[in-house]
């Protein structure tokens, strides 16, 4: 299984980014795909996941801010980050299968940095 990250970079604080994370169809038509996150000094953390049927589930910390959303025809899953803080500077990871744990697939990581 192979996950495949892209977007990412450097934004300013209030600003967006974009993350994407393309799969194989058979795990992307099957199960839950979600991003994880990881600043330095830091542990792994949930930030969002998506199942098939198109239900989400959110961190608090990016509630209202950050949106996931599938794309069937690419076999992506989209992270669209709006309002950017400083400290969502992490390495953010695509993850499957998922909800609220992590599953045993991930990505190799994009970096996400903010500056104020």
């Known amino acids: 299984v192979r996950l495949e990250e892209s977007g990412g970079g450097l934004a300013q604080v209030g600003g967006s980014l974009r993350l994407s994370c393309s799969t194989t169809?058979?795990?992307?038509?099957?199960?839950?795909m979600g991003w994880y996150r990881q600043a330095p000094g830091k542990q792994r953390e949930l930030v969002a996941a998506?199942?098939?049927?198109?239900?989400?589930n959110y961190a608090d910390f990016v509630k209202g801010r950050f949106t996931i959303s599938r794309n069937g025809a690419a076999n992506t899953v989209n992270l669209q980050m709006n309002d950017l803080k400083p400290e969502d500077t992490a390495v953010y990871y695509c993850?499957?299968?998922?909800?609220?744990?992590?599953?045993?697939?991930w990505g190799r990581g994009t970096q996400v940095t903010v500056s104020s």
């Open positions: 998506i199942v098939p049927r198109g239900d989400t």
């Open positions: 993850n499957a299968p998922t909800w609220r744990q992590p599953g045993p697939y």
């Open positions: 169809g058979n795990i992307f038509s099957a199960y839950g």
